[in-house]
DNA sequence: GCAAAATGTCAAG
DNA sequence: TTGACCTTTTGCA
């Protein structure tokens, strides 16, 4: 499920597979109609920005997938079963084929489609390139909530529900202090943290904060409970200060704090 | 067997 | 601020 890192593994995973190959790009569920036009061409490059996927073909021509809150991508080897009515693009080569499967957004666009797509987001912890001080700015002039301006895909790109969260409760920061309250030294404290576990979320494909490895000694993957601190865990008690973490509704989601931790 | 919720975003009012 | 959109999974009869 996607936040920026699910995003990443699977540009990744595509550009490994897929990228410059000829690819079969077909819409089962036909509501992917520009399928037609790239059917059989080579794929050049396959790009994460933020939660934006872009499959880039000859022309400046790009896929734009957003998978929204309930998209997946299955990605396994041929061959590939039968597409059921929910598949909107699959992606075929010799070896492997991908499987799209209710995205918010599956759309053909052009280069300048996807530069007003780029300069619309902010610098993703995840791409090296990002400056880190473009989202600084945004956020020690704004009055908004600190939590409400990390999931601003505008000041911050990749960072969603969860991230957010755990971010700032290893911060130990209140969910609700003005983003202005935030110094230069919090906010790279913040920005690393976020490099660091959505890293780490690229790597093993799932979200782990607290400090503990993905899989116990016997090799068996943690239960999710344990795998955040406050994420999920409503009515639960803070590991560290056994105080009930708490949930509220924040700008339509839900947002889950401890609140003696999170002064 | 069905309702509700879920790691998201956008447009309408 | 609310509703619409898209699909799968979970929890409750």
Known sequence: MPEGHTIHRIAGQHRTRFSGEAVSVTSPQGRFLEAD?????????????????????????????????????RTAQQPAPRAGPTVRMRLSVDEWYADLVGPTRCRLIDGDQRSTLLSRLGPDPLRRSADPHLAFERISRSRQPIAALLMDQSVVAGIGNVYRAELLYRARLNPY?????TDLEAWTQIW??????????????????????????????VRASDAH???GRTGRWCRTCQTEIRAADLAGRTLYWCPKCQR
Request: proline share 1%; charged share 35%.
């Open 37 to 73: 036009r790239l059917d059989g061409r080579e794929l050049k490059a396959v790009e994460a920005y933020g939660k934006h996927l872009l499959y880039e073909f000859d022309g400046r021509r790009y896929v734009h997938v957003h998978l929204g809150l309930f998209g997946k991508v």
């Open 229 to 231: 601190y406050v994420y």
């Open 192 to 221: 690393e943290d976020a490099r660091t576990l959505m890293r780490a979320g690229v790597r093993s494909g799932r979200i782990v904060t607290t400090e503990i490895r993905d899989r116990d000694n016997q090799g068996r993957i």
């Open 177 to 181: 202090r003005p983003g202005s309250d």
